[in-house]
């Protein structure tokens, strides 16, 4: 129920271990259970920021409430630059907050 997106332009040396803590970093911040968290790794893309294509992230998260951006969008910036050796000002993120009517699992939506 959160959808963590990560997309870089960076080679992942472990993709395991950073979906790992992707995983176990976004429960904590939003306070759900990891096991309905997934986690999406897209890296060794062809991106362009700021007229550049230095290493960058474009982050997507999507979760049924608990989104709270301008709380939380710091620790996620601080995160992914440590994790993906990425500066903080070459990282965006977008926020979604979905209908629990808009979000199946299991055979059945969450609302």
């Known amino acids: 129920m959160p ?14 271990i950073l979906l790992s803590k992707s ?3 976004i429960s904590s911040l ?8 997934m986690v ?16 960058c992230c474009f982050i997507e998260i999507k979760s049924i409430g608990s989104l709270e951006p301008s709380k939380i969008s710091k620790s996620i910036c601080e995160f992914f ?6 500066s903080i000002d ?8 979905v209908d629990p009517s808009m979000w199946a699992w299991n055979n059945r939506t969450f609302g």
């Open 3 to 16: 959808l963590l997106n990560i997309s870089t332009n960076k080679e992942i040396e472990n993709r395991q």
């Open 23 to 25: 995983s176990d970093f």
């Open 90 to 97: 070459r990282i965006y993120i977008y926020f979604q907050n």
């Open 30 to 37: 939003l306070n759900k259970p990891e096991n309905y968290v």
């Open 40 to 55: 999406k790794l897209n890296d060794s893309l062809q991106m362009f920021f700021s007229g550049s294509s230095e290493p």
């Open 81 to 86: 630059s440590n994790e993906l050796e990425i």
